[in-house]
């Protein structure tokens, strides 16, 4: 079964990451995503809605900065507007450099401390350090014709990329880009000399959805699994996140003959990657006082690695959900209980007083460093059979759980 399983998710992961162009927010490839994995839903016999939300879509052809004859490398900001403008150099390492300073002829350099880690965008609804709200309101404050930003690493926010682009914000209107600390060294030294940038973007009004597929009796309790469908624009987004999906799919399948007691829930999150988090906050929306019929959110994510185990984690689980989970998880040896990490959709459930379970891989933290969010996370990082055990698994917890859950099968 094992062998069929994994043919089949090689096949949805080919779909997801080669066939499909990017999955980013919005796009094309976005709304193309969503509909294969409801037609997959659907044809196991779950119920499908989609339920959409507005969001940005962005396009960009580069950029270019230059100070006379002398050139730099540039990357546009993601979702920054267009620009072509010109002014005097001001680096700035530090936020009280800003505060209080006109820079509205400027062209300003973020580097050093100010640009160790990416802000998060301002109107994220989940996790925004006051720091990060000082920088932004500092640089609107202050009114630069633009920013440019060098940067390091930083996987804890953005993943492998090198270098990250301190500023992705469809909220935030002043143009950005981004280059490297090394070619920011550079370009500081030139400080109140005449530079020009141009950034050759365009913010796009679209629309994206989320895909929610049910099946069993509706109005008891309920198991939610997800899994975001996004992907950051610039990478296939294999193990982030299609690997993820493919489990789903798998499921679906594996409970096509489901005749549990406890409603089951499918769902493609759309916005994990994405500025805003849009699909997440239409969840909670939707969910706003139905959250108490949840007995167990399951959250997949970065899963299926091809050097380590798959990790799995608890989050205030009671004793029962938690010994059965164990069992059932370490009872196979491609898993591995892993430490807890609370930068995942699962926390949506912790939030609101839930339950939640996490699957992700035993070496995410050299994903992170080396892989997420840059064009090495293909398919090849991917092993199949590793979903087919996720998917098997999973299908074997929520049998036992359905045996304690569902009214008169205790």
Same mark, same amino acid.
């Given at each position: 079964?094992?062998?069929s399983?994994?043919?089949?998710?090689?096949?949805?992961?080919?779909?997801l990451?080669?066939?499909?162009?990017?999955?980013r927010?919005?796009?094309a490839?976005n709304r193309?995503?969503?509909?294969?994995?409801?037609?997959?839903?659907?044809?196991?016999?779950?119920?499908?809605?989609?339920?959409?939300f507005?969001?940005?879509?962005?396009? !960009?052809d580069g950029?270019?900065?230059?100070?006379?004859d002398?050139?730099?490398?540039?990357?546009?900001?993601?979702?920054?507007?267009?620009?072509?403008?010109?002014?005097?150099?001001?680096?700035?390492?530090?936020?009280?450099?800003?505060?209080?300073t006109?820079?509205? &002829?400027?062209?300003?350099?973020?580097?050093?401390?100010?640009?160790?880690?990416?802000?998060?965008?301002?109107?994220?609804?989940?996790?925004?350090p006051?720091e990060?709200?000082?920088?932004?309101? /500092?640089?609107?404050?202050?009114r630069?014709?633009?920013i440019?930003?060098?940067?390091?690493? &930083?996987?804890?926010? /953005?993943?492998?990329?090198?270098? *990250?682009?301190?500023?992705?914000?469809?909220?935030?209107d002043i143009p950005?880009?981004?280059?490297?600390?090394?070619?920011?060294?550079?370009?500081?030294?030139?400080?109140?000399?005449?530079?020009?940038?141009?950034?050759r973007a365009q913010?796009?009004?679209?629309?994206?959805?989320?895909?929610?597929a049910r099946?069993?009796?509706?109005?008891?309790?309920?198991?939610?699994?997800?899994?975001?469908?996004?992907a950051?624009?610039?990478?296939?987004?294999?193990?982030?996140n299609?690997?993820?999906?493919t489990?789903?799919?798998l499921?679906?399948?594996?409970?096509?003959?489901?005749?549990?007691?406890?409603?089951i829930?499918?769902?493609?999150l759309?916005?994990?990657?994405?500025y805003?988090?849009?699909?997440?906050?239409?969840?909670?929306?939707?969910?706003?006082?139905?959250?108490?019929?949840?007995?167990?959110?399951?959250?997949? &994510?970065?899963?299926?690695?091809?050097r380590?185990?798959?990790?799995?984690?608890?989050?205030?689980?009671?004793?029962?959900?938690?010994?059965? !989970?164990?069992?059932?998880?370490?009872?196979?040896?491609?898993?591995?209980?892993?430490?807890?990490?609370?930068?995942?959709?699962?926390?949506? *459930?912790?939030?609101?007083g839930?339950?939640?379970? !996490?699957?992700?891989?035993?070496? /995410?933290?050299?994903?992170?460093?080396?892989?997420?969010?840059?064009p090495?996370?293909?398919?090849?990082?991917?092993?199949?059979?590793?979903l087919?055990?996720?998917?098997l698994?999973?299908?074997?917890?929520?049998?036992?759980?359905?045996?304690?859950l569902?009214p008169g099968?205790?």
């Open positions: 079964m094992i062998d399983l994994a043919a089949t998710a090689a096949d949805h992961m080919r779909r990451c080669v066939d499909l162009p990017t999955r927010v919005g796009s490839g193309a995503a969503t509909a294969y994995f409801a037609s997959v839903a659907a044809s196991h016999g779950f119920a499908i809605e989609q339920p959409e507005e969001c940005l879509d962005w396009q !960009a950029a270019a900065l230059a100070a006379g002398d050139s730099f490398e540039v990357l546009p900001g993601p979702y920054s507007p267009g620009c072509d403008v010109s002014g005097p150099l001001r680096v700035v390492e530090a936020v009280e450099q800003l505060q209080g006109d820079l509205s &002829d400027a062209i300003v350099l973020l580097r050093g401390a100010i640009a160790r880690e990416q802000l998060m965008p301002k109107n994220f609804p989940f996790y925004n006051d990060h709200r000082r920088i932004i309101a /500092a640089l609107e404050s202050a630069p014709r633009a440019v930003t060098a940067t390091g690493h &930083d996987p804890a926010m /953005a993943g492998a990329l090198y270098p *990250f682009p301190l500023i992705e914000d469809g909220d935030f950005s880009a981004y280059m490297t600390d090394e070619e920011g060294a550079r370009l500081a030294a030139l400080d109140g000399q005449t530079v020009s940038l141009t950034i913010r796009i009004p679209s629309t994206g959805c989320n895909t929610v099946r069993g009796p509706a109005g008891g309790q309920r198991i939610v699994f997800f899994a975001h469908i996004d950051k624009a610039g990478t296939p987004g294999a193990i982030d299609a690997s993820g999906v489990v789903l799919s499921l679906a399948g594996l409970l096509t003959g489901y005749q549990g007691g406890v409603e829930e499918l769902v493609a759309n916005g994990e990657d994405y805003s988090a849009p699909g997440e906050q239409l969840y909670l929306a939707r969910n706003a006082d139905r959250f108490g019929s949840v007995a167990l959110g399951i959250n997949l &994510d970065g899963l299926g690695y091809r380590g185990r798959i990790a799995y984690s608890l989050y205030e689980c009671p004793p029962d959900l938690a010994a059965t !989970a164990r069992d059932v998880f370490g009872a196979r040896e491609e898993f591995v209980e892993g430490e807890a990490w609370y930068q995942g959709d699962h926390m949506l *459930f912790v939030l609101n839930r339950p939640a379970l !996490a699957l992700t891989s035993e070496l /995410a933290a050299e994903l992170m460093t080396e892989i997420i969010h840059t090495r996370d293909t398919v090849e990082v991917v092993d199949p059979a590793r087919a055990q996720a998917a698994a999973l299908r074997d917890l929520l049998v036992r759980l359905d045996a304690t569902a099968r205790a």
